[in-house]
C-alpha cells in the first residue's frame, strides 16, 4: 500500500504475459533493448499487467482490468502466459477487498490487456458487481469500428454486456470518477487513449501511464512500440509529460512493467529521463515472479 496525501493506492496485477521484444520495442535494435528486458527462447520478453486500486474515504477505484480469464490453452500459449500466476481478482482480494467493494471501474483504453475482467461468467456480467465503468467516448466508438490494424486488440465482450448491464459512463477526452482522480485523452498509442492523473492532495501526485510510458524501458523518447499507431503523436507526447513529471515529482507508475514499476523521474541526461524505482515491501513480499 502507497499513501499519496488523503488516498491509499495498491498495485495489483493479473499475472504476466509475452510479447516478442521487437514488437515491445519497434525500430530500437534488440542489443539496446535486451539489456533491460532478456528474451527467452522466442523471443519474448515478460510483460506485467498492472492495476491500480485507489482508496479514497469511502469510494475505491480501480483502472484497468488486466487480460481476464477467457484465453484458452491457444492463446496462453501464443502469450506465455503460466499456469498458476495469481490473477488479478485474487490480487484484490489480497489487497483487503472484495470485488463487491470496487464503486469505480476507469480503463484507460480497451485493447484486451487492459479490460479483460471488465466482465466474466456466461453469460458475461459486470466483474465488479457495484461499480460504474468509465469509457471515453472515442475509445468505444472505435473498439466497435476497428481498423485492420488493431482489430486483434479489441474483443466486444469486455464493454458490450457492460452497456448491457447499464453501468458504463462515457467521458470525453478528460473524466474524473473520483475527487483526484483524473483521466486524460494523450494520443500515440492509439487515438483516444488515456492516461490518469492522481492528486491525493498535501501536494502529492502521481500518473499511471498505461500505453503512453509502458515499462521503464520505454522513458527515452524514441523508445516506442510496434503496436503505437501513431509513432510521431506518441513522441510528441512523452516529449510533453516526462519532463512535467519529472519536475513536479510525481510518483509514476507503469502498466507493463514487471520489476520496477513504481519510480520517480529524473534526468539522466539533458532530455533523457529515467526511473528512480520506489521500492513496495507488500507486493513484494512471498512474490517470487
Ligand atoms: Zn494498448
Known amino acids: ?3 499519496l496525501g488523503s488516498c491509499r493506492l495498491s498495485l495489483v496485477d ?3 504475459y509475452r510479447l516478442d521484444g521487437g514488437a515491445v520495442f519497434s525500430a530500437v535494435p534488440k542489443v539496446m533493448w535486451e539489456e533491460y528486458k532478456t528474451p527467452d527462447d522466442f523471443n519474448r520478453i515478460r510483460m506485467a499487467t498492472n492495476s491500480l486500486l485507489v482508496e479514497r474515504g469511502s469510494e475505491l477505484l480501480l483502472i484497468d482490468t488486466g487480460i481476464g480469464d477467457r484465453g484458452g490453452a491457444h492463446f496462453r500459449d501464443i502469450f506465455g502466459m503460466e499456469d498458476g500466476a495469481t490473477r488479478l481478482p485474487e490480487q484484490i ?5 472484495e470485488l463487491g467493494d470496487v464503486t ?5 483504453h480497451l485493447h484486451f490487456d487492459h479490460c479483460g475482467w471488465n466482465t466474466q461468467g456466461d453469460p458475461p456480467k459486470p466483474t465488479f458487481p457495484k461499480a460504474r465503468y468509465w469509457l471515453e467516448r472515442g475509445e468505444v466508438e472505435h473498439a466497435r ?5 488493431d482489430r486483434s486488440s479489441y474483443d466486444p465482450v469486455n ?4 452497456f448491457e448491464a447499464g453501468v458504463v459512463e462515457l467521458f470525453d477526452d478528460q473524466g474524473s470518477p473520483i475527487e483526484g482522480v483524473e483521466a486524460i ?4 498509442h492509439n487515438a483516444d487513449m488515456c492516461i490518469v492523473r492522481l492528486d491525493g492532495g498535501e501536494g502529492e501526485e502521481a500518473v499511471w501511464w498505461t500505453d503512453l510510458v509502458p515499462t521503464a524501458a520505454h522513458l527515452p523518447y524514441p523508445w516506442i512500440m510496434g503496436f503505437d499507431l501513431f509513432p510521431v503523436t506518441i513522441m510528441e507526447n512523452k516529449q510533453k509529460w516526462l519532463p512535467r513529471a519529472a519536475e513536479a515529482g510525481w510518483l ?3 502498466g507493463h512493467e514487471t520489476d520496477e514499476p513504481v519510480g520517480h523521474l529524473v534526468e539522466s541526461r539533458p532530455d533523457r529521463y529515467s526511473s528512480e524505482p520506489v521500492s513496495l515491501p507488500s507486493r513484494l513480499e512471498g512474490d517470487e515472479r
Open 159 to 162: 464493454w458490450e454486456p457492460l
Open 185 to 188: 485523452k494523450v494520443p500515440g
Open 14 to 16: 493479473d499475472g504476466d
Open 1 to 3: 500500500m502507497i499513501e
Open 104 to 108: 469505480h471501474v476507469l480503463l484507460t
Open 93 to 97: 482480494r489480497q489487497a483487503g477487498y
Open 252 to 254: 509514476c507508475f507503469f
Open 145 to 149: 469500428h476497428p481498423n485492420v490494424r
